[in-house]
């Protein structure tokens, strides 16, 4: 019996062609390549221009600078002399130090919740709005450059400091005007005999008192921080206010369970600033002694002395902001777009 092999012949197996698929980009990718590219000339000044400075600066912290006499310098390696010499030695530095860094940690928190606070009462429906606004940012605007110096040798400084000269019809230098008034909008005793029944300490007292006879200062500093809390007012959905109200809550819950919470990302930014801020404000102490003694001719070596209190300020500066944004990001809460 013949059987018949009967083969099945297989066509060649070809593999399939991967077609290469390209990727929508999506408008994140785009946005955040947009925001490279708005950046991209900061960056690249920061690391071709301060990069360098910077690290000239740290090395030079670390050395004596000895003139030549044919003109330029030449460095000698002390290693941590210029810092200890700045710690033990000099005998103001460190109480100019620490006034100043307990001066920064109060005058923060006034400037964030002042700011916070007449954000709140300009972002609401109200005749006039745009004019406060204007009115509340001039002050920014009149603290900058020529302006500024302008106003710190001003003759309205000069009454409040000292009070009014013999030749301006007063009674001395020494005197004050308006019975005192120029010393202070309010003094401690008003606040002791108004929380007295509180049992409120006289280191808050105190605190409250500077505060309020500093509001000049604190309105001053305090315009850009409330145009980041409007921005970030206004990007709140209209929609969850309308759902609060119809649910029956009131404005201060409202405040605490939404507002707060959403706009805790820009209290952050804004604790930042204000620290940063700070380093260029005409009342930073600690700066302006710094810089007395840059210039100091009576002082050895001043240059590099200086420049080590410039990092001793910076480092301590820089560990405050790690530790409040550490401490505030674990409230910050950041509203999802998706």
């Not at 590219?37 to 960056?43: N, T």
């Not at 050895?300 to 910076?314: E, G, H």
Request: net charge neutral.
């Amino acid at each position: 019996m013949n059987s018949a092999v009967k083969t099945k012949e297989k066509a060649p197996m070809t593999k399939p062609v991967k077609q290469k698929k390209r990727k929508a980009k999506s408008l994140d990718r785009m946005k955040a390549r947009s925001g490279w590219f708005f950046v991209a000339p900061f960056v690249l000044i920061f690391f071709l221009i301060y990069v360098p400075i910077i690290i000239d600066s740290i090395t030079y912290s670390f050395h004596t600078i000895y003139p030549l006499s044919s003109g330029g310098f030449t460095l000698d390696y002390v290693g941590w002399e210029n810092y200890s010499d700045a710690l033990f030695v000099d005998p103001a530095f460190v109480s100019t130090l620490t006034s100043g860094v307990q001066q920064l940690v109060l005058e923060v928190p006034a400037i964030v919740v002042f700011s916070l606070f007449m954000a709140v009462l300009l972002n609401q429906k109200m005749v006039g709005r745009t004019l406060f606004r204007a009115i509340l940012f001039i002050p920014v605007i009149l603290s900058t450059g020529l302006i500024d110096d302008i106003d710190m040798n001003n003759r309205f400084n000069e009454y409040s400091e000292g009070g009014m000269s013999e030749a301006d019809g007063g009674g001395g230098p020494g005197e004050s005007v308006s019975n005192g008034a120029a010393n202070g909008i309010i003094s401690a005793v008003d606040l002791q005999g108004l929380f007295a029944t509180m049992k409120i300490g006289t280191g808050l007292v105190d605190y409250v008192v500077g505060i309020v006879n500093d509001v000049y200062n604190l309105v001053n500093r305090s315009g850009v921080q409330m145009l980041i809390f409007l921005s970030g007012l206004q990007s709140i959905s209209p929609a969850i206010y309308e759902s609060c109200t119809i649910d029956g809550a009131t404005a201060w819950e409202t405040f605490w369970k939404i507002t707060f919470p959403m706009i805790s990302p820009m209290i952050l930014v804004n604790a930042i600033y204000t620290v940063i801020d700070s380093f260029t404000a005409g009342s930073n102490q600690v700066m302006n002694y710094i810089a007395n003694v840059y210039e100091s001719s009576t002082v050895q070596n001043s240059n590099v002395l200086a420049t080590a209190m410039y990092w001793i300020y910076f480092s301590i500066v820089l560990l405050l902001i790690g530790g409040v944004a550490a401490l505030m990001s674990t409230y910050v809460f950041y509203q999802r777009r998706d």
